[in-house]
Nanobody, 122 residues
Framework: QVQLVDSGGGLVQAGGSLRLSCAAS????????MGWFRQAPGKEREFAAA????????YYADSVKGRFTISRDNARNTVYLQMNSLKPEDTAVYYC???????????????WGQGTQVTVSS
């Protein structure tokens, strides 16, 4: 079992930056791949970024590549999403998620944070 708590969302102007955090409790955090997903009003939840358990490999959606960076600190049981050059279309609720084995599909993830709102004004 893994419990996840997202934080770090807020209101930012276009071009600004935010860093999201996801704190995990439970055992063997490093054995879980972690993903960040986002859901805008009226839209399906979509993949943003993912990282393997060791942190050795990262993956990004084309829409965020070059602007977002996913990282993790296994000693602190925490995963981060650094978001730079934010755009109004990045506005969404952002969720972290965990599973054993990397995936880009929300349906594959077993554990979810509660979500944190990111709003980017133009």
């Amino acid at each position: 079992q893994v419990q996840l708590v997202d934080s770090g969302g807020g209101l930012v102007q276009a071009g600004g930056s935010l860093r999201l955090s996801c704190a995990a409790s439970g055992r063997a955090f490093s054995s879980y791949a972690m993903g960040w997903f986002r859901q805008a009003p009226g839209k399906e939840r979509e993949f943003a970024a993912a990282i393997t358990g060791s942190g050795g490999s990262t993956y990004y959606a084309d829409s965020v590549k070059g602007r977002f960076t996913i990282s993790r600190d296994n000693a602190r049981n925490t995963v981060y999403l650094q978001m730079n050059s934010l755009k109004p279309e990045d506005t969404a609720v952002y969720y972290c998620a965990a599973r054993r084995g990397i995936s880009w599909s929300a349906a594959d993830y077993n554990y979810w944070g509660q979500g944190t709102q990111v709003t980017v004004s133009s």
